[in-house]
C-alpha cells in the first residue's frame, strides 16, 4: 500500500468509478476535473453512449463545460467495464442499493461492482465504497477481497466513505459537505485523505469501525424520516385543531436549542430517506429488536398520500365536483427530475384506485421514461397523461389540483392558476400557498 500512497501523491495511478448516476457521475467530473486518470464505468450501455454523445440528465447541465473539457483533456474515460493496467488503481463503488426484496438483496450491484473491478486488480489497489449500505455490507466485501488471496490493510487497501449528497441544495454539495470514513489501515486513509481533498477540501472524520459508519449513513436518513414523519402527523392534528401547522412550525423555530424545522408535505421518497432507515430495522431484527420509531415513521409516510386523498375525495364530494384531480409534480423533491419512489406517484395510484380521472403536471416527466419511472415506483402499470406546460384548456374538466411539488419551473403558473380561480379547488401538500381572498378557488393545504 506504500507505494500506491507514493503513486496517489505523484498522480501517477488511476480512478475507476463504477455507476455513473446522480452521485457517481459529479463525483467522477470532480475528480477529473482536478486532473486525475479517471474512468466512468456504468454497467448501463445506453447512458454511456449517452454521455459519450455530451447528453446530460437536467440536474447535471451545471458541469457539462467541466465535463466535455475533461473528455477532451482525456482525463475521464467512458466505460462499461475495467481495464488492467500497471499502475496503482482506487475502485469507487457508487452503484444503487435498492430495497432488499425476495429476487434482489439491497447489496447486489455493490457486490457484483467490486467483483467486476476485482477482475482487473492487483495487490496493492484499493477499493472505497460510497453507496449506502446495509450494516456489515463493508465487511462482507472485504471478505470478498480477501478471497482473491489479498490481505485487507496489507496489500489491498478498503473504505467505507458514503456519500451524503442532498440534490439541488445550493449551500452543502459535493465539495462542501464533510464525510465520515472507515478505512482498513492508515496508509489507505492517507490515499483516501489525498482523493477527496479534491472532492470536498479533505474533510473527513475517520471512524474506526466499519459498523460505525454504515450506522452514521442509516442514522442520518432515519432522523430524517423520523422528523417528516413526525411533522406530517402534527399536520394531520392541526388539520383536526383548524390551526396552521406552518405556524406552529413557525413558532417552534423560534426556540434556539433542541428544535429544528421540518415541512409538512405528502411523503419522503427518493432513493435514500425511505429506504436507508430499513437497514437500521433489519439490523434490529437480527437481535430480536423492534425499531420501533423506524417503524412508525415508515408506516406514517405510507399512509400520509392515502390521508390527502381522503380529504381531497371528501371536500370533493362536499363541493359536489366530478372526480378529476391533476397531481402536479411527480419527482421526490423540487427542481429534480429523479422520481422514485415518490409521493406523486403514490398519490395518482391512490386516485386512480378510487375511480378519479387522473392527470399529472410535472416539466421534469419524460414520457419515453414512463416505464422506468413505474418500476421505480414499484407499480405495474397506471394510466394517466402528464403535461410537461399547463395551458388554460389543460385545466378544463379539472377539480382540483393537488400540489405535491412546487418546481421553481412550475410555481408561477400555479400561482397564476390559483390567483385568476382557474380551477374550483387547490390542495397545496406543502402548506406553501397562502390564502387569496380574491381568488374564488377553494384553497385547502396540509395542515391548515
Ligand atoms: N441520489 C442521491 O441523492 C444519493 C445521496 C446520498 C447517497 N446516495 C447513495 O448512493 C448510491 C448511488 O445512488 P444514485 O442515486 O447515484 O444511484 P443511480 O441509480 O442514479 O446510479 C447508479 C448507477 O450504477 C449503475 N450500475 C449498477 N450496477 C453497476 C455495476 N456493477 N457496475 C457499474 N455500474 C453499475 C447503474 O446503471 C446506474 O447508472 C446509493 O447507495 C444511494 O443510496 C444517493
Redesign the pocket.
Known sequence: MKNTLDAVKSKSFSIEV????????PLSVRLASNGFKVRG????KQ?IERLKNNELMDSELHLKNEFIHCRENKNLELE??PIKSEEPKIGI?????PIPDENIPSNK??K??IE?FLETSKAGDMIIL????EGGTTEEMEKIVETKGYKIGQDFGFSFC??????QNKKWHLENIPRIIYCSDDTSYKIAEIIYKNVNKGHLLRVDSPRTAEVV?SFENAFRLVNISLVNELAILCDKLGISVKDVIKAAATKPFGFMPFYPGAGAG???IP??PRFLLDAAKKYDLKFSTIENALQINFEIPKYICDSIQRSIEKLGLEKSVLVCGLTYKPDVE?M?DSPGFKLLNEFKKRNFKVSSYDPYFKKELLSKYLKENYLKSLDFENKNELADEDLKNISCLCIVQHHTKSKFRLMEIYEKSMVPFIYDCQSQFDEKPDSKTILDSLGS
Request: net charge negative.
Open positions: 463504477f455507476g455513473l448516476g446522480y452521485v457517481g457521475f464505468i456504468d454497467i448501463n447512458r462499461t467495464s463503488i457508487s452503484v444503487h442499493t450491484f455493490v457484483e461492482a467486476n460510497e453507496s449506502s449500505v458514503p456519500e451524503r449528497i442532498d440534490p449513513k427518493g432513493h435514500c429506504k436507508d429523479d422514485r
